[in-house]
C-alpha cells in the first residue's frame, strides 16, 4: 500500500554508509497532524537539487510501512516522490510546530512507545573528542567500499570526508543527566565551514558559545532518536534554537 505525508523536516542526521543503498541520511519531520514521520532510506546526496531539502521545508512524499523497521514513526520513502513545498519562516509557526512535539524527557518519549522526541534541556555542555588518524581511515573506508556499489543510474559523488572530531552534548532533562553522541549534520558542516575561516580551536568554541551560550539564553531544543537495531540506543540528532511561546515554558 502506497501512502502519502507532509512534513515539516526538524532532523537531518550526519550521512551514514550503507550496504543497499551506499549512503543514507536519517530524516525526520512533523506532519500536519503533529506526529513525528522519520523518512527512510534518504541517499540525501542522491536528490536532484529541487528535491534537497534542510530544516524548516515542508516536504511532501509518498511512502509505503517498512517490514523490518517496526518504530511506529517509521516511512520507507519513494525517493522519486519527494516534493519540497516550501518553507516554515515565520517564529509563531516553528514554535507552534516545536510546542506540539515536545515532551519532558527522553524517558517520557520511550514511556509513549516513541522512537522520536523534542525535549528542552537545561544545563547544557558542548564537548568533542578528536578522532585518531585510525578511527577516520576506518570510517573513510566504510564509505569508500560502499561508493563502489553504485549503479550506473547514481550521481558520482565525491566521497564523504569523515569528520576529524566526534561531538558530545551533556545535559538535564526532567528525568536526570544525560551524555550523547552528536549526529547533527549541521553541527559538522558548521565546525567545517569555521575551520576554513578562523582555525580548529575558534571553530569549536563557535560551536560552544552558540549551542550553550546563545541558543540556550532564548531557547535550545534537542531532536531526539533512537536506532532500529539497537532501540534502547539514543542519539543526538539535531540541535536548533526555538524560542518558547513564553518566558515561563522557558524558566520551567
Not at 554508509?17 to 506532519?31: L, Y
Not at 503533529?34 to 537539487?49: C, H, K, N
Not at 522520536?116 to 588518524?133: C, D, G, H, Y
Not at 531526539?224 to 540541535?239: C, D, E, F
Request: charged residues 25%; proline residues 4%; hydrophobic residues 35%.
Amino acid at each position: 500500500m502506497v501512502l502519502q505525508s507532509r512534513v515539516t523536516i526538524l532532523v537531518k542526521a550526519y550521512p551514514q554508509p550503507s550496504k543497499s543503498h551506499i549512503e543514507t541520511v536519517c530524516c525526520a519531520g512533523i506532519d500536519t497532524n503533529g506526529q513525528w514521520r522519520r523518512l527512510y532510506p534518504i541517499r540525501f546526496r542522491q536528490l536532484t537539487d529541487e528535491q534537497a531539502f534542510t530544516r524548516w521545508n515542508n516536504v511532501e512524499f509518498k511512502y509505503s510501512l517498512p517490514k523490518s523497521d517496526t518504530r511506529r514513526e517509521s516511512c520507507k520513502v519513494h525517493e522519486e516522490s519527494i516534493t519540497v513545498a516550501g518553507k516554515v519562516t515565520k517564529k509563531s509557526e516553528k514554535q507552534a510546530i516545536v510546542e506540539r512535539a515536545l515532551v519532558p524527557s527522553e524517558k517520557v518519549a520511550i514511556d509513549r512507545g516513541q522512537s522520536l522526541a523534542l525535549i528542552r534541556p537545561e544545563n547544557v555542555n558542548f564537548t568533542w573528542k578528536k578522532r585518531s588518524l585510525a578511527e577516520i581511515q576506518e570510517a573513510r573506508e566504510a564509505f569508500e567500499i560502499q561508493a563502489k556499489q553504485a549503479s550506473m543510474f547514481d550521481k558520482d559523488l565525491a566521497l564523504l570526508e569523515p569528520c576529524k572530531f566526534s561531538f558530545f552534548m551533556t545535559y538535564q532533562d526532567e528525568h536526570g543527566p544525560h551524555t550523547k553522541t552528536c549526529a547533527d549534520w549541521e553541527t559538522s558542516a558548521a565546525f567545517y565551514i569555521h575551520e576554513r575561516s578562523y582555525g580548529e580551536a575558534q571553530a569549536l568554541e563557535h560551536l560552544r558559545s552558540t549551542y550553550c551560550e546563545n541558543y540556550a539564553k532564548t531557547g535550545l531544543v534537542f531532536a531526539l532518536g533512537n536506532m532500529a537495531k539497537r532501540p534502547q540506543t539514543w542519539q543526538l540528532l539535531g540541535i536548533f534554537p526555538s524560542e518558547p511561546t513564553s518566558q515561563m515554558a522557558l524558566e520551567l
